[in-house]
């Protein structure tokens, strides 16, 4: 990691150091992209740039493929099942961690998502939920 930027997923590489750190060809990580295994940032230049998380991705990539056999359709899934499960934990957490045990209120939003509401908090306007959801663990 560069000193002063801040999390893995600044994109930060350019594709030829990105390819280097990957152990990949610069043409494999555009073929990548296009079929939108990895997706890097992009510079004003439009040039792609690649974060941490990115390079893991890729060695994840060639590692399934390699070593796994499995193809690329299938890499795709695996890899949307994995930002999906870390969505849902990341979702999870943020209730736990909303309000008291045993006094955990929420609201679900047409999306599907959870709004937790403080004890007494109504929903807002802009969430028009479908239920509230009282939940005891």
Do not use: C, K
Not at 41 to 59: E, K, M, N, W
Not at 81 to 88: V, Y
Not at 111 to 122: F, K, N, T, V, Y
């Amino acid at each position: 990691m560069i000193p002063g930027v801040t999390g893995e997923d600044t994109p930060i590489y350019p594709i030829g150091v990105a390819a280097r750190l990957a152990e990949m060809h610069p043409q494999t990580l555009r073929q990548y992209d296009r079929l939108g295994l990895v997706v890097p940032g992009r510079a004003p230049g439009r040039g792609r740039r690649y974060s941490a998380r990115d390079i893991t991705t890729l060695r994840e990539v060639q590692r399934l493929s390699a070593q796994e056999g499995v193809n690329l359709a299938g890499i795709a899934r695996i890899l949307s099942l994995e930002h999906e499960n870390r969505e849902l934990r990341r979702q999870l957490e943020s209730l736990r961690a909303a309000g008291a045990p045993g006094q955990r209120v929420f609201a679900v939003a047409p999306s599907g998502r959870a709004i937790p509401l403080a004890p007494g908090q109504r929903p807002t306007a802009d969430s028009r939920p479908r239920a509230v959801i009282v939940w005891r663990p």
